[in-house]
């Protein structure tokens, strides 16, 4: 859907409805994207969406049907009217696609008018909760493969249409192609794939079957070896078929193991392959992967070449939601802030500007959240525990935060992805291994400025508001 | 996506072509759909999203610009050809769209030429897992929340694009309405929405706020309350403006709760409201709800109107995908299974046919697969534990999968949303709730005949394919 005109909640429209009613849609307003938690019990999460984000906004428009379905809502008729005509036209500051990224940071700013500014959270929300959510798991896979082979596999498990963003997600947390032929041709991203048990149980013999296959597709041969029993059927079948490809002089690709114990049986299926000349066969795995699976073959030493990873990376197993929100900061003149009992929960105030600090070493160290020009701060704040501070006196920083659309026009080139994940790549290895880790990884320092710090405390204080 | 003419995994595309050049095409063939568990620990599974797997296989073609990325990827040029005039031609048995149904039974049958029942596999397992998912997801929610109103909010959370349906699986489950416009319009599904914590925050005051809004909106009146101070501001501006409502004549419809303790809180709304005289008005409550905590909120007496529900019903919380599979069981004259080591993983050998036993009070009882053919058997066989049986005489029986498409035309009408939805229920309620059960359901007798478990037991001792 590049058009997300109706990929909304109905309360999105009623209140653009009240807001022009009111005389108040053109108000100015700014909202933060931000997230309170990182998922999956991890230490960061790798930011991703903006590009699809961006087309979205660039096609938002309200077409005669949408509007008749509008109309049929109850929708006012010079509200109609307005919509008719409605564009995006404000900015748009973001973090680049692919950054690292953690808790209570402002990941993207939406300036304009209040009416504008209001419709895009929905779409923005679900765009950029569920990419970051996929890049992420995707990243944490990434952390423990190392130069291995990563494979989307997942679409017939993907939470529908979802599998289409998925695969896009799951390139710049670090994959190197997937199955998934849309996403394939959206994305301009390497689809791969081998063959299922259908095709095995299809011929007569798993013999007959691997030999049709490399007859059809030499260059793309990868053997399903576990449709009756690897070690004692599959496998002589697969070798024996290698060993006729070399005879024409082809070489086959590699063999699937989807079943069984992977550790036990690729060191079986490495062995048998090597004794046989075959070193050069890739073993690919798949069936429930995820990182610790994938971590745990590793440490085991299992002679696996490629993991194709499906249901668990594609639908976010774990945490299969990140919790972004976007929440008003300011309107008109006025900073503003969403009060929770919660602490954690009240909102940031105003318009603010996002510096990252870098250490000797030129690894992430700290993130400062200052009052929008502001210059960088040389201590930052703890966001809940009054008393805590961190100094980041003589540390090199850079703004976070880029202006991507300007009064409705795009600022950045349109990016590929296969750049967006290089550079994801080089920011991730930015970040200390201490927030890779899967258990308690080390918590990144997110701050706030002394000047937002008064400015939030005030607003908690003048308004009499600390709830009690 | 109506059309999923690329929305597969590359593999299956790959083994069409294969079947085409080894003429193996036309072979026929018979594909089951089955899931192994239920999801959420839970007894059952409301079976959705067959309408729209309907849709797409009418649509099913390729169009010029995907024949053209086939052939980027190295398709065969004849097999292009072949793939420009393809249609799906086959047959398709399922069972009524919102049934319930349980592991191991066969819900779907694909009977037809070998590369097209292949072909659909990755869509039809991509719609069916995720709708039946969801469906059953809300469900269990309709399960404990009795008459009282459930509303999707999950738009922003949900898996990007699979947000659509996650919607209209909802309302098969039992859910009365949403605030996902885009889904309302598709699927003809009321559409309801309150306001955000930004309107509030945008005027001077929760009183100004709360009295432009019912200046709009006064049919659809629901106040957030909960932006500063629940108790103290929120609901006293709320019934504020509800007395200036009486005096034009107008209702406030609702307040909505979207944090703190929800027991608490409504309690405490309920008897404001009912002091001041305004016991029409009806207490909404979100933030993170799920079948639990609506359970509990309810058996806490909270006095609660309405549940609005989001990332934990769109994301199917607990259990993100439905294992559901898609296994060849027969190909030309022969029937065939995938063997496994894990013997709950051995697919079910050739043609089936479903029979669903109802107890003397109408209740559903058992469910019996045989051979396609076979009449209604005695006496069931646990599919692994060989020495389990259980007798059906004297029960009544019906055939559980019904022809919903013959030779590629559609046999049944397109099925409205709130047909469906009723449906379900009605045979929900035909299920006892000691399967309803969140803790330890009871487990739904599913069996084989005697005719099907010979099969298959000589089918894995005849190729000697007991995996040792």
């Not at 969406?49 to 938002?60: D, R, V, Y």
């Not at 668990?312 to 969403?338: E, N």
């Amino acid at each position: 859907m590049l058009n997300p005109q109706l990929y909304t909640d109905l309360y999105q429209l009623r209140m653009m409805q009240g807001y022009f009613h009111a005389g108040m849609d053109k108000t100015p307003a700014c909202f933060d994207y931000f997230f309170r938690q990182n998922p999956f019990n991890g230490g960061y999460v790798v930011f991703a969406g903006l590009e699809t984000l961006l087309e979205q906004i660039e096609a938002l428009c309200f077409d005669p049907e949408s509007l008749e379905y509008l109309a049929q809502l109850g929708f006012a008729k010079d509200f109609l009217a307005y919509l008719k005509g409605f564009r995006f036209q404000g900015d748009l500051l973001a973090v680049p696609e692919g950054e690292v990224v953690f808790p209570n940071t402002p990941i993207l700013q939406a300036r304009g008018h209040l009416a504008e500014t209001q419709l895009i959270e929905t779409f923005l929300l679900n765009t950029l909760n569920f990419q970051s959510l996929i890049a992420t798991k995707a990243a944490r896979m990434r952390d423990v493969a190392g130069e291995r082979t990563l494979l989307d596999f997942g679409l017939r498990r993907a939470q529908g249409l979802g599998g289409i963003h998925a695969t896009r997600a799951a390139m710049i947390g670090g994959f190197n192609g997937t199955s998934n032929v849309y996403a394939g041709k959206q994305f301009d991203i390497p689809v791969i794939g081998t063959m299922s048990h259908a095709w095995v149980q299809a011929f007569e013999s798993e013999l007959s079957a691997f030999r049709a296959f490399v007859n059809e597709h030499a260059k793309h041969s990868v053997l399903l070896i576990d449709t009756y029993n690897t070690l004692k059927q599959g496998l002589p079948a697969a070798i024996q078929v290698a060993h006729e490809m070399q005879q024409q002089g082809q070489d086959l690709q590699g063999v699937r193991l989807d079943s069984g114990d992977l550790a036990y049986l690729s060191r079986k299926v490495r062995q048998q392959l090597d004794q046989a000349g075959l070193q050069h066969v890739k073993i690919v795995v798949s069936n429930k992967l995820d990182e610790y699976l994938i971590n745990s073959l590793i440490q085991q030493k299992a002679p696996i070449d490629s993991f194709a990873v499906g249901t668990r990376l594609v639908t976010g197993h774990g945490s299969p939601a990140l919790d972004g929100v976007y929440k008003l900061a300011q309107i008109g003149d006025k900073a503003t802030l969403k009060v929770s009992e919660n602490m954690a929960k009240t909102t940031l105030p105003g318009k603010k500007i996002v510096y990252r600090y870098l250490n000797n070493e030129g690894q992430l160290y700290a993130d400062a959240i200052g009052i929008d020009g502001q210059s960088a701060p040389c201590t930052i704040h703890h966001p809940i525990h009054a008393l805590q501070q961190c100094p980041l006196k003589d540390l090199k920083h850079e703004k976070l935060l880029k202006t991507v659309i300007t009064k409705g026009k795009r600022q950045t080139q349109k990016q590929r992805l296969v750049d967006i994940a290089a550079w994801s790549t080089q920011r991730r290895k930015q970040l200390d291994p201490e927030y890779h880790r899967f258990n308690h990884p080390h918590t990144y320092k997110v701050g706030l400025s002394q000047a937002l710090k008064q400015q939030r405390d005030q607003h908690l204080q003048q308004h009499a508001l600390l709830p009690c």
